[in-house]
């Protein structure tokens, strides 16, 4: 078989990383065993101030894959949004595929995103498909990973089907997980806020939540790459209750402060429903409780907590919401 010329596209890959050197050694080894078809890509790590061996990690890999030129690049400001404006800003590709230091990238996923930027030249935002690395653990009787009852933005899964589609923005965006977009959109709407993500290991979610609220007004839609695919883990650190409290207040902060939520009625400026809302998940979280049925008593408790969440940011930041 004759080999076709080799693309000229030019792309990096984007990996910010703190203390997970175990994890990003096997997220490395994904990406450099990649076939790219013969195009040059470079492949960014950013270690965002780690105090493991993530340097000596990345510098393990360098030189390994003559198609793929990794980097290593330090970012010294704690924060994930702070080391992805830094690979942002480092990376010389047109094009940025970014993946998180946890995930195993599955075979012909650098392929398929080739593939999608060559065929949809006029598309700026792209991400992947994302589904459940298989637990080392058992997962507790409360913890649903699939139904109603499951919270997708800790158990990310993101599988749109097989085949390749555009999706409305912001009613779904691509994560950071698995996901490419043209620099140029950086270069004319700014980064990542680096007041959401994780700063060491505290966090206020929204990280590319925002970012895509924002581009919306811009790009009305997104591309699903369906054969571009990472594998992400629960890890047994996260399978825990407190975890997901925490993680859903602060869903319910950053949803409070992005949207607008108009009300006829109101506390202190404060749209009453947000308190018939408390008022009827806890009672809900009570009854299944009762009931002994745990996935669903504790799905409302945590629509109680992000109910509350954007109460407390509410005072907090002392919002007034518009009357309608």
Known sequence: MVKQKQDTLRISVITPTYNRCAWLEKTMRSVLEQDTGGEHIEYV????????????VVESFIGLNELVSVRYVYEPQQGCNYARNTGIRSARGE????????????????????SAFRHMPDK???GGKILLAQPDFELPDWLAISGPFWRSMIVLIRDYGAENKAFAMPDTCPVTVNMAVRKRVFDQYGGFDVQYGFVGNA?????????FWRLSSHFPTWEYVAGAVAY????????KKAYFRRRLFGVGRVTYRLQAFPATFTLFGL???????????AFAALWYRICRKPAESF??????????GCVYEHFKSGKKKSSS
């Open 95 to 114: 094009y940025l595929i970014f993946f998180d230091d946890d995930i195993i990238l599955a075979k012909g996923s650098i392929r398929a995103y080739q």
């Open 45 to 56: 790590v950013v270690d965002n101030a780690s105090t493991d061996a993530t340097r000596s």
């Open 203 to 211: 966090l206020l979610p929204g990280a590319d939540y925002e970012l």
């Open 232 to 239: 992400h883990p629960l890890k047994a650190s996260q399978a």
């Open 271 to 281: 749209p009453l429903y947000f308190i018939e809302f408390i008022v009827r998940n």
């Open 124 to 126: 700026d935002i792209f």
């Open 299 to 308: 799905y409302y408790e945590t629509e109680m907590i992000l109910n509350y």
